[in-house]
Each structure stands twice: as structure tokens, then as C-alpha cells.
Nanobody, 120 residues
Framework: QLQAFGGGLVQAGGSLRLSCAAS????????LGWFRQAPGKEREFVAF????????YYADSVKGRFTISRDKQENTLFLQMNNLKPEDTAVYFC???????????????WGQGTLVTVSS
């Protein structure tokens, strides 16, 4: 089970750090991802990380501003978001899958989202 938290209201140019706590075992081969859904839009990929190798991949829209990481001891996934823009406003979701993928269909377990609002 996954639970995302850490969202909130921030001004453009600010930073937020999202966390995703996982209960239960995370297999070493698992891939953990962040997705987001803006109002009136479809959910989109943000970033993923391999649980045991720290291999990462980002959507072009967040590359250079967001950093995905994980703490294996605490079973927690993070998303550090810097230089936030109004277009980053969305509900952010964490999810687990078994392969490197930016496609939602490849992620089987989803947490409840956390809302990030960036004001201009």
C-alpha cells in the first residue's frame, strides 16, 4: 500500500518535497514512479526510479527541476520539486511497477494522491 503526502500551496519559483510511504515489502526489481493529474487533464508521467539501482528517468517538462529518490531503509519514495511553475499544479500520485516505463498501464499499485498548487 502506498500513501503520498507533502503537497500544499507554494508560490511560483518555490520548492516542495513529496513523500510516498510504502507499507509492506518492495521487491528489489520494482520501479517506483510519480505521476500527476492537472485539473481537466489526463494523468501524466513525471519520473521513475528503480528501487535497487537508483536508475532514474524524467519527463521533459520536469527535467532539471525535479529529483526522484528513495530511502530503502524507510521504504519511502521522494520527489523534490524546485523552481515550481503554475503548470505544475496537479494531484501527484506514486505507483509501483516492474519495468522501466512511463506508461500508467505498467504500474499496478497506486497510492492516493497529494495536491500541489503553485500560484503565480
Amino acid at each position: 500500500q502506498l500513501q503520498a503526502f507533502g503537497g500544499g500551496l507554494v508560490q511560483a519559483g518555490g520548492s516542495l518535497r513529496l513523500s510516498c510511504a510504502a507499507s509492506g515489502r518492495i521487491y528489489s526489481s520494482a520501479v517506483l514512479g510519480w505521476f500527476r493529474q492537472a485539473p481537466g487533464k489526463e494523468r501524466e508521467f513525471v519520473a521513475f526510479i528503480r528501487w535497487n539501482r537508483e536508475s532514474t528517468y524524467y519527463a521533459d517538462s520536469v527535467k532539471g527541476r525535479f529529483t526522484i529518490s528513495r530511502d530503502k531503509q524507510e521504504n519511502t519514495l521522494f520527489l523534490q520539486m524546485n523552481n515550481l511553475k503554475p503548470e505544475d499544479t496537479a494531484v501527484y500520485f506514486c505507483a509501483t511497477g516492474s519495468q522501466y516505463s512511463s506508461q500508467q498501464v505498467d504500474y499496478k499499485n497506486w497510492g492516493q494522491g497529494t495536491l500541489v498548487t503553485v500560484s503565480s
